[in-house]
């Protein structure tokens, strides 16, 4: 979407595939340094920035899946780039501050984006992932957190999110032990909901997406932002409740597509949603 999909040298190319369901598609987004092991430098968290505008405006998009060419997801970031860049005290923040960014507006998308972990996650790449609503991962995967093996600390929001995702005593060991988890424990331990075999990864993700494409675009929309606002914030349950009872009471009471569902459901029909 930003370059031409066929582009072997885009730092992150795109592939919107139909879904079967009436003008919606799948964004499928691939981290595309191969070489570096899909290593995020600048080029590719601005190309992934194109992408995430890109989707935003494609009405026909119900969800956006995120995975990495060849062998790994995403090592994180560009070790070798960063012997220049954290010499530069203007350049380095700046980057960090932009990886902050690109990857919080993942959660701020109303469609829901899944990571597809297909081999090596690290780093920034585990950081991508925690972006994520999601994950799947291959049988062959493995993540780890890896900053502390190279002498760098976790910026990109890894000493933030993974304590809420996988509970502070494993992530600090995830942390400063800097191993990986192979795929079964990365399930067991929350970062992935579920591990399929390599050669399916893809078509499951798919699958995924043509179940959300057949719901409510703006009730699946309404209920990531009450999910991602009550997490986020680290909400009590009482006032993320209210948050939740709110959200409910106006999309109840006011949208096309809750009568429709209920009109479809007592017609025994399919529904027709038109996300308004």
Known sequence: MTRPSGDPNAPVRVELRPLGVADSNVA?????????????????????AEVITAVDRNPTVRAMLITGTGRAFSAGG???QYLALQRDPIAFPRFVVDLH??????????????ALINGVTAAGGLELVLNCDFAVIARSARIGDAHLNFGQ??????????PR????????????????????ESVDWGLAS?????????????????GIAEKSPLAVANAKEVLHSVWSAGTSVEAGLRVERERNDVYCL???????GLEAFSEKRRPRFDGR
């Open 28 to 48: 499928i987004v691939s981290l595309n340094r191969p070489e570096t092991l899909n290593a995020i430098d600048r080029s590719t968290l601005d190309a992934l």
């Open 78 to 80: 560009d070790l070798k």
């Open 101 to 114: 960014t690109t990857f919080g507006r993942l959660r701020e998308l109303s469609i829901p984006v899944i």
């Open 153 to 162: 600390m976790g910026g990109g929001g890894v000493l933030t999110l993974l």
């Open 165 to 184: 995702a996988v509970g502070r005593a494993r992530a600090n060991e995830l942390i400063f032990s800097g191993r990986f988890l192979d795929a079964t």
């Open 194 to 210: 579920r591990c399929v075999d390599d050669d399916v990864l893809v078509d499951t993700g798919v699958d995924l997406a043509t």
């Open 254 to 260: 006011t949208s096309h597509d809750a009568r429709e």
